[in-house]
């Protein structure tokens, strides 16, 4: 293994390989459980998984306590990743933050004018403009694990610092365009909470335990404010210490935090948010749905899209001058990395199921989604597998 090169500590370097190999091994297990749900919502035991999806338990249903208590977990981890990053690792400085950070920007804007293309006439589904914007970045590194050492470490913590800016992205879409109607009340007690946990932050307390105390009543406020219960997860990450302190405990909060969190949120609260939202009953559809503006400005989106944004972003910043390719990389795997980026599971169900409430709507979001990931990620395999197969030649 290469941990031994002075640029980089050994500690930093494996606990980036640990983030990718469970990432990628996490994406693996996600596309299992995916393929799940689609089989039984397709089988005689349809009618059982979709009542226990929708059955209550307490005040939410369980798709809600999946969709707005398990991923405000799943948030979590994701803010103290882009806070870790922003800080100390891949996206510390402007420089490293240029290219994946102008490619992420491309890879948002393009997925959307291609949605609103199909959908834009139309005010019912106009609002689902930001489905096809993101970038799941267990399933993309899930595919990449695939190749192996065909790809080079350069294009995966590209992969990953691009996947980041793009879910940071995605939660200020989430709050400020999928936000019901506010109580003001509950954001006060939110901002109250948020300016306290600020408080412990500049005073230096370490204590992880009062900080997840807090977060849960942030949760609550958010949860009943309006704005997507998820937000609290990014905002209380924030907040966590990422300075271990002098003569204190050796890992930071956050560092500790972080790696308490990566195994279950990867391997528990993902899959179970897949298993929860994937399944789709084909029963009554005919292909026809995939040709419907919906459909097709999803999967456009995400093929399309991203590819164009992505890697016309990529083009123009290396052809200017700005920035240059990852170190060890060529244009088709570029080309190939560039698809993957099509492939928008996650971020792209959850902000599908908070644009519409209308189930064959969710349906058609969920085809479009389906068809445009598999195509992306089939298409971006294969391209960077010859590519490296080409490269070794």
């Not at 803010?79 to 996206?91: A, D, V």
């Not at 609002?127 to 990449?144: C, E, H, K, S």
């Not at 900080?211 to 009943?224: P, S």
């Not at 598999?374 to 391209?383: F, K, N, P, R």
Request: with cysteine.
């Amino acid at each position: 293994m290469s941990s031994h090169h002075p640029a980089t500590s050994p500690r930093d370097r494996s606990l980036l390989r640990r983030f990718l190999n469970s990432e990628a091994s996490g994406g693996l297990l996600l596309m299992f459980v995916a393929l799940l749900a689609i089989l039984i919502a397709n089988s005689p035991w349809a009618e059982a998984y979709f009542s226990a999806v929708h059955a209550y338990i307490g005040p939410l249903s369980v798709q809600h306590w999946v969709n707005d208590a398990l991923m405000a977990v799943f948030f979590l981890l994701v803010g103290l990743e882009i806070k870790r990053e922003m800080t100390e690792g891949e996206l510390s400085t402007w420089t490293r933050r240029l290219l994946p950070g102008v490619a992420a920007a491309g890879g948002m804007a393009a997925p959307a004018l291609i949605y609103l293309a199909f959908n834009g006439s139309d005010p019912a589904t106009a609002r689902g403009w930001a489905i096809p914007a993101a970038t799941d970045i267990a399933f993309a590194l899930g595919v990449l694990s695939l190749l192996g050492p065909r790809v080079p470490t350069s294009l995966k913590v590209f992969l990953a610092a691009l996947a980041i800016i793009d879910d940071l992205g995605a939660v200020v879409i989430i709050a400020l365009f999928y936000t019901s109607s506010l109580s003001l009340g509950d954001l006060a007690g939110a901002a109250a909470i948020l300016g306290l946990l600020l408080a412990l932050n500049l005073r230096g307390v370490a204590s992880l335990p009062l900080y997840l105390l807090l977060g849960l009543a942030l949760w609550v406020f958010v949860l009943r404010s309006g704005v997507h219960a998820t937000v609290a997860g990014v905002l209380l990450a924030l907040t966590v210490p990422l300075k271990a302190l002098s003569g204190g405990a050796e890992v930071s909060p956050l560092r500790k935090l972080e790696h308490a969190l990566h195994l279950p949120v990867a391997f528990l609260i993902v899959p179970i948010f897949g298993f929860a939202n994937a399944g789709v009953s084909f029963s009554g559809v005919s292909p026809s749905v995939l040709a419907e503006p919906l459909s097709l400005g999803v999967a456009g989106g995400l093929v399309l899209g991203k590819l164009i944004g992505v890697f016309g972003a990529v083009v123009l910043m290396v052809r200017s001058g700005a920035a240059e390719l990852p170190a060890g990389a060529n244009w088709t795997q570029m080309f190939g990395l560039s698809l993957l980026c099509g492939i928008g599971f996650t971020m792209s169900l959850f902000i599908g199921l908070l644009a519409f409430t209308d189930p064959a709507l969710q349906d058609r979001v969920k085809f479009g989604i389906l068809a445009g990931s598999l195509l992306a990620g089939l298409g971006g395999y294969l391209v960077l597998r010859s590519a490296g197969r080409s490269r070794q030649a």
